[in-house]
């Protein structure tokens, strides 16, 4: 599903992002990269979704080779990744509906497939009761569940979490956690980039540390302390 073969991400002028990073994540996955600020988890998420190309070496997601893909051709890959940020970026006067349709709206689709995808991913994130209410009106834990609907709108084989409970608090934490680990279930690769150790306790798999830009662990299972 993802590989990265001794990839090296370089910025101008010598600043060494990523050094010699080989990993490989199986469909149906649910991975966390964690490390200090700095430690590279970004820019490794930047390389999966094409923000940022390969200095050397090759990364692969869904069999696309990222290094090699045309401007055309990202928004596809793109399609086959849910990305999820820290900053919610709602539209405020939409409803939770409306907010989590827009992704479906803006490539086209029609009025029938919006009715029947929306409720379906908002009753895998339990917010089904509240698709009539705007933002203002959620929590902050359930703004990001309503984030977490529009990114499956497209049902992506992978979902990209970049410091997703970063704003929450304690419990509205474990309610994002909850709703990743069941959309997992239902087998979409879930990569999780975050600092929080209490965060991938909680979520008990596979965790990946980065240090100074170079994995330093590769684990799976059991509690895990972050490796500074």
Same mark, same amino acid.
């Given at each position: 599903m993802i590989v990265l073969d001794h990839v090296t991400k370089v910025y101008h002028p010598n600043h060494v992002a990523l050094q010699d990073v080989s990993l490989a994540i199986g469909a149906g996955e649910f991975v966390s990269i964690i490390g200090q600020s700095g430690a590279g988890k970004t820019t490794l998420a930047k390389l999966l979704i094409a923000d940022e190309r390969p200095t050397q070496g090759k990364v692969s997601v869904g069999g696309w080779d990222v290094g090699a893909l045309s401007v055309h051709d990202v928004p596809l890959l793109r399609r086959q990744i849910g990305v999820i940020f820290q900053d919610y970026k709602l539209l405020p006067k939409k409803s939770v509906f409306e907010n989590v349709a827009f992704a479906l709206e803006v490539i086209g689709a029609? +009025?029938? +497939?919006?009715?029947?995808? =929306?409720p379906q991913v908002l009753r =895998? =994130?339990?917010l089904e009761e509240k698709a009539g209410r705007f933002p203002t009106q959620l929590s902050g834990g359930e703004q990001q569940r309503v984030v977490i609907a529009r990114a499956l709108v497209h049902q992506p084989?992978? #979902?990209l979490a970049d410091e997703p409970t970063g704003n929450l608090d304690t419990l509205n934490t474990?309610?994002?956690i909850d709703a990743l680990l069941k959309v997992n279930q239902f087998g979409t690769t879930i990569i999780l980039v975050t600092h929080n150790r209490e965060v991938v306790n909680a979520v008990h798999r596979r965790v990946i540390t980065l240090k100074n830009g170079q994995i330093h662990s590769d684990q799976h299972q059991g509690k895990?302390? #972050?490796a500074m």
């Open positions: 029609s +009025r029938a +497939r919006i009715r029947d995808i =929306v =895998v =994130v339990g084989k992978i #979902l474990r309610d994002i895990y302390a #972050l």
